[in-house]
């Protein structure tokens, strides 16, 4: 079939010009063509959208992550009417991605949506949730339990960090949150944090490799000198599960901590994780990990003409939780 749609388009990288057009389906590659139902924004959006950077071609529709419903594929594995979530790869990037009311994309890379989860709860989690999801898993599979510790996150405010406290406060962790909005205490509470440390604390003193034993297990969305700090102060044996950049890329280090307390530093990366993987991060996304903030004050919804400001926001640390993009 052939249909109009109004997407978000990245219309020219220099200058950065976006607007929302009136696309054709005729102008989408790939095997399943998905009607969207939600997107959601994350700080990768945020990149493409107003630097340009990473985006592999203009005119490019970006959205990192979408979720909807199949009107035709060309693939036996799905057919008219499944519900399906799909995210990472070069979708919104390198593939026209999910800020549209259509998206065609290769089979390998939809995940069909879980029961336990609707299309919107699907994209409240998105790249953020399932970025959350797997650092606890890793953290898990590296001894993480709720006997050891407190367990810290940084940049809880945000999005990974936001579900991460949620996701580690229901399964009986002592969470620590740090965040660098000093009016988002009661909101970091509400998620499930016992303790609210301002981010500065963390940043703001001389670099030593290790300092006093604290925490039992960290998620890291931030990067830069909160990860030096987080790898001067955790555990015996713990675990600090990196993600993300949004504080810095440079870490100094020393190899005190790792061959003095046997720490673990665990690379995070939703993009090419392998689809076992991914599938079961989703079916612990719809039960155990299902966050319980999914209808509440970490939601705010947006329509295609207001990105260009959420872009902005995103990558100033302004925003809180989540934003999804209802499409239609
Ligand atoms: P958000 O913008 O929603 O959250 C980032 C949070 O980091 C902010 O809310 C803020 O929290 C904190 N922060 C922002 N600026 C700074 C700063 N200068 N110094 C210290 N902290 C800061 O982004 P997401 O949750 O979507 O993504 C977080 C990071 O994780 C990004 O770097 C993103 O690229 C990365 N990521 C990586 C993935 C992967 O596969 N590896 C997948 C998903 C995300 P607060 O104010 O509470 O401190």
């Given amino acids: 079939m052939t249909a109009a749609f109004k997407a978000f388009v990245l219309?020219?990288?220099?200058?950065?010009?976006?607007?929302?057009?009136?696309?054709?389906?005729?102008?989408?590659?790939g095997d399943v063509l998905i009607k969207v139902s939600y997107s959601s924004v994350n700080y990768k959006d945020g990149i493409v959208g107003r630097t340009g950077n990473i985006s592999e071609f203009t005119p490019l529709i970006?959205?990192?992550?979408?979720?909807?419903?199949?009107?035709?594929?060309?693939?036996q594995q799905f057919k008219e009417g499944d519900e399906v979530i799909v995210t990472?790869?070069?979708l919104g990037t390198g593939h026209h991605g999910g800020f549209s009311e259509y998206a065609k994309v290769p089979a390998e890379w939809v995940v069909p949506k879980p029961d336990g989860l609707s299309l919107k709860e699907a994209m409240v989690l998105g790249t953020a949730g399932f970025t959350a999801a797997l650092s606890v898993e890793q953290l898990e599979k590296n001894g993480?339990?709720?006997?050891?510790?407190?367990?810290?996150?940084?940049?809880?405010?945000?999005?990974?960090?936001?579900?991460?406290v949620n996701m580690l406060a229901n399964l009986g962790y002592d969470v620590a949150a740090s965040t660098g909005k000093k009016n988002e205490e009661d909101y970091l509470k509400k998620l499930g944090?016992?303790?609210?440390?301002?981010?500065?604390?963390l940043v703001d003193h001389e670099n030593k490799s290790t300092r006093s034993s604290k925490w039992a297990g960290a998620v890291d969305p931030v990067g830069g000198?909160?990860?030096?700090?987080?790898?001067?102060t955790l555990s015996y044996g713990a675990s600090v599960?990196?993600?993300?950049?949004?504080?810095?890329?440079?870490?100094?280090?020393?190899?005190?901590?790792?061959?003095?307390?046997?720490?673990?530093?665990?690379?995070?990366?939703?993009?090419?994780?392998?689809?076992?993987?991914?599938?079961?991060?989703?079916?612990?996304?719809?039960?155990?990990l299902k966050p319980t903030c999914l209808e509440d004050e970490v939601v705010i919804e947006v329509k295609l003409e207001e990105l260009d400001q959420v872009f902005k926001d995103i990558l100033?640390?302004?925003?809180?939780?989540?934003?999804?993009?209802?499409?239609g």
């Fill in 11 to 29: 219309q020219s990288t220099d200058p950065v010009k976006t607007g929302v057009e009136e696309w054709s389906t005729d102008q989408l590659d």
């Fill in 193 to 201: 944090a016992k303790e609210v440390l301002d981010r500065d604390d």
């Fill in 144 to 164: 993480l339990n709720p006997k050891q510790g407190p367990v810290l996150v940084a940049g809880a405010s945000g999005g990974v960090g936001s579900l991460a």
């Fill in 316 to 327: 100033e640390g302004k925003v809180r939780g989540r934003t999804i993009v209802k499409m």
């Fill in 225 to 232: 000198k909160t990860t030096q700090y987080i790898l001067s």
């Fill in 62 to 75: 970006p959205g990192i992550d979408l979720a909807g419903v199949v009107v035709e594929s060309n693939d």
């Fill in 88 to 90: 990472s790869y070069r």
């Fill in 241 to 288: 599960a990196t993600s993300g950049l949004a504080g810095g890329v440079d870490v100094s280090t020393q190899v005190f901590p790792f061959i003095g307390r046997g720490i673990n530093w665990l690379g995070i990366d939703s993009v090419r994780c392998p689809m076992d993987i991914r599938k079961n991060i989703w079916n612990r996304l719809a039960t155990d």
